[in-house]
């Protein structure tokens, strides 16, 4: 067997599908054993295409959504007033369009199981695809626990710590993570999607209530409109006065909506297990932008009209632990009189740390086995059971998540939070290495003459909005921790731990990147010679069964199944 091409596969069905089936005459060899380079076809190491349309756009939705909006705003808007963060999370809202349209772009073309490490490995360079995989493996085995101790510190709203150990609530939540995991991408997806639907659910609600509040609709009958704007003013000082110190408050924001947005790519992730990716997988980053208009910067519109940024209030909730005491929107809703709110919402910010840590864990365990596909881990990583769960990946990761008991000790606390701080540039890094693959992509598939017109999806903006993106991402990343270089009073001396743990994750990155090339001798993929190609045609003839499938289902359904996803495709899909 060489390449993709074998005397025993059939030809393609119906060719006429589309043009982005055709196949150049001949390609290099990239198959060892049964397995062809992050496309997996034997059936002990295959991932199962058990997650569908519905599942993929909502764990789109589901992982743009979590307590980075309903709680960090709090304390960007009391740093930076209502102007700022509006257009922060805006501008970063179409940095983040930007990043997921280039990674669609690839996803489109080869729906590879190794997801975006195999799409570095292939365009650009093994290194990259390298450090890429263990960086966000590692930024996600960090995460989970720490989303697993956020849950036990929520729950301390209703029970006290004195009467129940937090460890007690973290050992629940992390069976209930791995048992979901485990019994497979079908019930997972299932279970996500639901949960996803309930934080979509909860953030309309939340958007409608500050929406009425804005307009004068609460117990105080107060119309604040854009009061706030004026008095206290839409731009805050941060750490020095003036124009200056507008503008640092205003780059603050920028670094913290990055971090709120982290984790969108995740849909990434999903293509290995994505029924008709093709399809799904541009769906839901086209949807992407809209979702994030609507969410984000519609919502962090709202909380500017409702609070004003040097309320004594939100000043309170910003030094809160992770809770409904902590967010900003609890806040405003007491400035209009409603209290019953908080239980309600800490509920539901309770689910959205119990999903996030549910979805860390899968990201975590299906990186690791990107990682083994591509040759870069051990190879057990990439076997998996009859239900298509890579359960050794699983495991190493699932047994990472018990350091979350770690915070039971106050002591340790400390330090795991250090610890934390050191893997949050890897999401940054992460978008990165995606956008340098996109530019690569895009190199190859002009230097083997491969048409735009044969893609699936392509990136509204190309190469140039990969290059603007790429750049606005790599000023962040040199930023992210600028406070530690200031020496103003409130300050004081060089801040060097939050220096090590904001910046060390940059040098490590850039360590396993020439680590590797040294002990493996290997070289960046050239355009000319660019593996566009492999396992694709294994692909094309999945797709063709499944759309056969869902051809002969629709006609069996007739009429009245069709006019089900009219509905669901006109007014809802947009949205969830």
């Known amino acids: ?24 005459q001949t390609v290099s060899p990239v198959v060892s054993g049964q397995h062809v380079h992050g496309v997996d076809i034997h059936d002990g190491t295959q991932l199962h295409r058990g997650l569908k349309a519905r599942h993929i756009t909502m764990i789109a939705i589901g992982g743009a959504i979590g307590t980075g909006l309903i709680i960090g705003t709090g304390q960007a808007l009391a740093r930076a007033g209502p102007g700022s963060i509006f257009i922060s999370y805006t501008v970063v809202g179409f940095l983040v369009y930007l990043v997921m349209c280039a990674l669609g772009e690839m996803a489109a073309w080869l729906p590879l199981s190794s997801g975006f490490t195999g799409y570095a490995v292939r365009f650009c360079d093994p290194a990259l695809g390298f450090s890429l995989g263990y960086t966000y493996w590692f930024k996600y085995v960090i995460v989970t626990p720490n989303q697993l101790t956020a849950g036990a510190l929520i729950i301390q709203y209703w029970v006290d710590r004195d009467q129940v150990n937090p460890g007690v609530f973290i050992a629940i939540f992390w069976v209930a993570i791995v048992c979901i995991n485990y019994f497979g991408i079908r019930f997972f997806g299932e279970f996500e999607f639901w949960l996803s639907t309930i934080k979509v659910i909860v953030i309309v609600g939340i958007i409608i209530l500050s929406l009425v509040l804005a307009l004068g609709g609460g117990p105080d009958h107060d119309r604040k409109g854009f009061r706030y704007w004026s008095n206290p003013g839409a731009f805050a000082e941060y750490i020095d006065t003036g124009a200056t110190g507008r503008f640092l408050a205003f780059w603050s924001t920028m670094v913290t909506a990055t971090f709120a947005y982290l984790g969108t790519e995740l849909v990434g992730v999903t293509v290995g297990e994505a029924q008709n990716p093709r399809k799904t997988i541009p769906r839901a980053i086209k949807l992407t932008f809209y979702r994030i208009l609507f969410f984000y910067c519609l919502s962090v519109l709202l909380l500017g009209m409702l609070v004003p940024y040097d309320s004594e209030q939100l000043a309170f909730a910003t030094k809160a632990t992770s809770s409904a005491s902590a967010s900003p929107f609890v806040v405003a809703v007491k400035l209009a009189g409603i209290n019953a709110l908080p239980g309600i919402l800490n509920g539901c910010i309770l689910l959205f740390v119990f999903s996030a840590s549910n979805s860390d864990l899968y990201i975590a365990s299906r990186t690791l086995y990107g990682l083994a596909s591509e040759g870069k881990a051990p190879k057990i990583f990439r076997r998996t059971d009859s239900r298509g769960v890579p359960i050794y990946a ?28 050191l893997t949050t540039i890897f999401g940054l890094l992460t978008w990165i290495s995606i956008l340098v693959a996109h530019i690569y992509f895009v190199r190859a598939r002009r230097a083997q003459n491969v048409p735009d017109t044969a893609l699936a999806f392509k990136a509204p903006l190309g190469v140039p909005g990969s290059y603007g993106a ?25 801040d060097y731990k939050n220096f090590v743990t904001g910046y060390l994750g940059i040098p490590l990155y850039l360590i396993m990147i020439f680590g590797y090339k040294f002990v493996t001798k290997c070289k960046g993929v050239s355009p000319e010679t660019a593996d566009l190609w492999s396992g694709k045609d294994a692909i094309d003839r999945e797709e063709e069964e499944f759309l056969a499938r869902k051809r002969a289902k629709d006609m069996e359904r007739g009429k009245a199944g069709m006019s089900r996803g009219w509905f669901y495709r006109t007014f809802v899909s947009w949205l969830f």
């Open 1 to 24: 067997m060489t390449g993709f091409h074998n005397s025993s596969s059939p030809p393609l069905d119906n060719m006429e599908k589309s043009e982005y089936t055709a196949q150049p």
């Open 394 to 421: 699983l495991g190493i990761s699932a047994a990472f998540a018990l350091l979350a008991f770690m915070n039971v000790s106050d002591d340790s606390r400390i330090v795991f939070g250090y610890f934390v701080n």
């Open 470 to 494: 790429l750049a606005l991402c790599i000023l962040i990343a040199l930023t992210k921790n600028f406070p530690v270089f200031t020496h103003s009073e409130s300050w004081g001396d060089f």
